[in-house]
Nanobody
């Protein structure tokens, strides 16, 4: 089975930084697009940052200039460097990855990691 394991969440004061990581493991043929979502205020999760297998990136407007997503294809990992954090960034952050293996191509989700930013 494929697992996405997240780490790096925690509590920080406004203006501080955190670095999230997500590692895919298990039976994997290839890893495609990966990204980070958060719950936001509505029913659906919001894409915070995404990165393709080739390294193309996309960010939510609210985090542009503050967050940076990157990946290590050899390790099947992504990171999210979060700088200049704001209280409104407080949320549970979920890693997502498109992974192909014996079972086909599927989206996989991490367990979520809590980010808390205090004013």
């Amino acid at each position: 089975q494929v697992q996405l394991v997240e780490s790096g969440g925690g509590s920080v004061q406004a203006g501080g930084s955190l670095r999230l990581s997500c590692a895919a493991s298990g039976t994997i043929f290839s890893v495609g697009d990966m990204g980070w979502y958060r719950q936001a205020s509505g029913e659906q999760r919001e894409l915070v940052a995404g990165i393709t297998n080739g390294g193309d990136v996309d960010y939510a407007d609210s985090v542009k200039g503050r967050f940076t997503i990157s990946r290590d294809n050899a390790k099947n990992t992504i990171t999210l460097q979060m700088n200049s954090l704001k209280p409104e960034d407080t949320d549970v952050y979920y890693c997502i990855a498109v992974i192909s293996n014996d079972d086909g191509v599927h989206d996989y989700w991490g367990q979520g990691t809590q980010v808390t930013v205090s004013s």
